[in-house]
């Protein structure tokens, strides 16, 4: 166990994200799929992993422009149109 995953971002899939959907499947498991603790984690693991997805999209745009902009610094030229727009 790398218990050190559980402080800081994981890869894809998410380590958070991966826990809340296992945490979900075990209290199905345990207490039955149709009780309401059931319900309240798969609503939790549902959000953590929409954020978990929006967050890796924002990152992934954020590191094209800025290996956009890098790359106009290292050649000397004024950032591109396309950089500043966003």
Do not use: C
């Amino acid at each position: 166990w790398d218990w050190a995953l559980l402080l800081r971002a994981g890869g894809m899939p998410s380590s958070h994200s991966a826990l809340v959907a296992a945490t979900a499947h075990a209290i199905g498991l345990f207490e039955g799929f149709d009780t309401p603790l059931f319900a309240l984690s798969v609503t939790l693991a549902v959000i953590v992993i929409y954020d978990a997805t929006g967050i890796r999209r924002e990152a992934g745009k954020h590191a094209e422009l800025i290996n956009a902009i890098i790359q106009d610094l290292r050649q000397r030229r004024p950032p591109r149109a396309e950089t500043q727009k966003r």
